[in-house]
């Protein structure tokens, strides 16, 4: 078929499902292959082209977040505004000056914008700080997976040295010594005695309530108002799936598998080298693989990746190579450790629309603004 019977095939049948918008046939001009791509992105995700996957990648289409299902737990309210306020308490530091919120900020898609964030002392960390936003529904967490609750994680932070640089002591003597808190811990727990799996329990909580809101462009897109998104972040959603192969990794509604991956950034045997997940599993398999972020609001958390060293232009200028491959040194032969880059990566050749449209895709998983007003603290020392 020459490319006007295309065309008049693809508006004979957009009339067939009854689709024929004005806005839609003045795109005809733009070629009849956004058209048709339309088309089929229009249709439940159960009917979209298959996916470019490779054999033994549990794909699962791409989607909407649900909702959690409303806790049964009537204090959950309760739990959640004590976790918040614990979540903005800089006091609960070692030396008072660094809260969750310092380096998880609403207004910067609850990252800090920075590469590594700046830890206890304005030392450097080794890490790009993740958006929180999602964690809801993570098997793991941090970028090599060591913490396997959001409790257990928000007690590293608390802990760590080069971090909140705190201990459980510190925190739980601060917050008793509040009548404030102490008040709001017998709200949210029936106990007005804090302790720390309380605070935990109460940042967790907090931590659940952040989650993708529907607000994005892609998701105003699944809920049927076509227009959401333009010709770019269409050809771009299908590329995601098919050409440029990121459904291998980023998949399901937060496109992420929850996996963990080598993609030849961990500077193994040099100056940035980062072991990723080896560090906790001490597998070699493990050596420089990193967990698969949720793509949601990605291009609100610049820069990126482990490392915070990218912007995305350059992330997916770096997948359009196929990443970089980790050459050995003479050194290095026979090294049992020397990662090897995930065969999922392969060289792609998208061309410089085909990279824009892959951005217009990105983009339009960016939500809503959020501004979280800082809460009130109550007082110290008056318990
Ligand atoms: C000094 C900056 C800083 C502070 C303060 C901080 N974080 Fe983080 N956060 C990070 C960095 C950096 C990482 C990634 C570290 C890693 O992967 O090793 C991280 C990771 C996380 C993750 C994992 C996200 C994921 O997708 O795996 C969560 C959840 C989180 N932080 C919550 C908190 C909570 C709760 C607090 C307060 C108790 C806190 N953070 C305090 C910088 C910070
Ligand atoms: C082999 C699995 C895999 C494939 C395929 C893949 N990714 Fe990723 N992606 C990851 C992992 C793992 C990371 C984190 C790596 C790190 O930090 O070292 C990541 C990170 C990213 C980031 C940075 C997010 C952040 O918050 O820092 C973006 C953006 C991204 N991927 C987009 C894409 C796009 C676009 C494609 C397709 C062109 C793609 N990915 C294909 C596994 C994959």
New binding site residues.
């Given amino acids: 078929m020459d490319a006007q019977g295309r065309v008049a095939a693809v508006v004979a049948g957009l009339a067939l499902i009854g689709c024929q918008t004005a806005s839609q046939l003045a795109r005809a001009g733009a070629g009849a292959d956004v058209l048709e791509l339309r088309r089929v992105y229009q249709l439940p995700p159960a009917e979209w082209p298959a996916p470019e996957v490779d054999d033994g990648v549990a794909f699962v289409e791409l989607g909407r977040v649900e909702p959690l299902p409303d806790s049964d737990d009537p204090r959950r309210a309760a739990q959640v505004e004590l976790g918040k306020a614990l ?1 903005f308490d800089a006091r609960l530091s070692g030396p008072g000056q ?3 919120a ?3 900020e609403a207004e910067l898609g609850w990252g ?1 914008g920075r590469s ?4 206890h002392g304005f030392q450097p ?1 080794a ?4 958006s ?1 936003l999602n ?1 809801a529904f ?1 098997a793991s ?4 997976g060591r913490a396997a609750t ?1 409790e257990d ?2 007690l590293a ?2 802990e760590s040295e080069d ?2 640089h705190a201990s459980v002591e510190h925190v739980v003597a601060t917050v008793k010594s509040s009548r404030g808190y102490r008040a709001r811990f017998e709200a949210a727990f029936g106990v007005g005695e804090p302790t720390i799996d309380g605070v935990l329990t109460a ?1 967790a909580a907090f ?1 659940r309530t952040v989650v993708s809101d529907g607000s994005s462009a892609f998701d105003q897109f699944l809920a049927g108002d076509v227009d959401a998104l333009g010709d770019a972040a269409v050809r771009g959603l299908h590329l995601f799936r098919t050409k440029a192969r990121c459904v291998n990794c980023h998949h399901g509604p937060l496109l992420t598998d929850g996996g963990f991956h080598d993609l030849g950034l961990s500077y193994y045997g040099r100056k940035l080298e980062d072991l990723g997940r080896y560090r906790v599993t001490g597998d070699p398999a493990d050596v420089g693989r990193f ?1 698969t972020p949720t793509l949601r609001n990605v291009a609100r958390t610049a820069p990126y990746m482990h490392n915070g060293l990218f912007q995305l232009e350059g992330v997916i200028n770096m997948y359009s190579a196929g990443m970089a491959t980790l050459r050995r040194r003479p050194d290095q032969v026979g090294d049992p450790l020397f990662p090897t880059k995930s065969p999922l990566l392969k060289e792609l050749d998208l061309d410089a629309a085909e990279k824009e449209d892959l951005l217009a895709f990105l983009e339009s998983l960016s939500e809503r603004r959020r501004r979280v007003r800082p809460p009130e603290l109550p007082p110290l020392g008056d318990a």
């Fill in positions: 979540f660094m809260a969750c310092s380096c998880h800090d590594t964030s700046f830890g960390l890490r790009n700080a993740p929180i964690v993570g967490f941090f970028w090599d959001l994680q928000a932070v608390f971090e909140m940042i931590e967990k």
